[in-house]
């Protein structure tokens, strides 16, 4: 079975640029989640999608966006990128939520740097 | 507000020595418990969980838990560590179980060294 795919693993952009970015989760699962990772914050959520909805939502400003498609597939934008926007970016997906089996799949991330 | 707290940033040993890496969080409500590991370059990989019943948790690669709800802690320990344990692990928190959703709050993360 194959696991949660990331794409593009590497990209370079440079300020005031948009970026998307795609995870593709394991066959079944119908949760997507995103996270952020960077040295001086750790990790953070994003947020959440469950057939096409947003569940939850972490404490990120407005250009940060997602969306998941019919097919469960996920997307998530980030525009007017800063500096700061630098970070690992990790998906992570699941059956229905953490409710369903407590636990989450993660994808190997999309590393952004922003110059 | 929930938090997590990971009590040492780096943590070095010996091959085949013991290992315990503390976690502590605040919460007021039910929690499942997480620890996942990190290797460079990579994504995370779930070690062990506690969502209910019996406080002590085995996960892979010899690594157990145990959660201490009185003390809010769920320690990772590993009897005997090797080289391949080299990682950084990670601590979580799902605040209301599993009503949150996708949602985990994260410590900042232990470096485990392990010296030959």
């Known amino acids: 079975k194959a696991g949660v795919t990331q794409t593009p693993r590497y990209l370079i952009k440079t300020r005031g640029q948009q970026v998307t970015l795609s995870c593709s989760p394991i066959?079944?699962?119908?949760?997507v989640s995103w996270y952020q990772q960077t040295p001086g914050q750790g990790l953070q959520f994003l947020f959440e999608?469950?057939?096409?909805?947003?569940?939850n939502k972490g404490n990120f400003p407005g250009r940060f966006s997602g969306r998941q498609f019919s097919n469960s597939r996920s997307e998530m934008n980030v525009s007017t990128l800063e500096l700061g926007d630098s970070a690992l970016y990790l998906c992570?997906?699941?059956?229905?939520?953490?409710?369903?089996?407590?636990?989450?799949?993660f994808g190997e991330g999309s590393r952004l740097t922003v110059l | 507000a929930q938090s997590v707290t990971q009590l040492d940033s780096q943590v070095p040993v010996f091959e085949e020595a013991p290992v315990e890496l503390r976690c502590n969080y605040s919460?007021?409500?039910?929690?499942?418990l997480f620890w996942y590991v990190q290797y460079p370059n990579q994504g995370l990989q779930l070690l062990l969980k506690?969502?209910?019943?019996?406080?002590l948790v085995k996960g892979i690669n010899g690594f157990e838990a145990e959660f201490n709800k009185s003390q809010t802690s769920f320690h990772l320990r590993k009897p005997s560590v090797h080289i391949s344990d080299t990682a950084e692990y990670f601590c979580?928190?799902?605040?209301?179980?599993?009503?949150?959703?996708?949602?985990?709050?994260f410590g900042q993360g232990t470096i485990l060294t392990v010296h030959p």
């Open positions: 992570a997906s699941s059956p229905g939520g953490l409710a369903a089996t407590g636990e989450l799949f």
């Open positions: 066959s079944g699962h119908r949760s």
């Open positions: 506690y969502l209910s019943g019996s406080t």
């Open positions: 999608y469950f057939s096409e909805t947003q569940r």
């Open positions: 979580a928190v799902s605040v209301g179980g599993g009503t949150s959703y996708g949602k985990l709050t």
């Open positions: 919460s007021s409500v039910s929690v499942y």
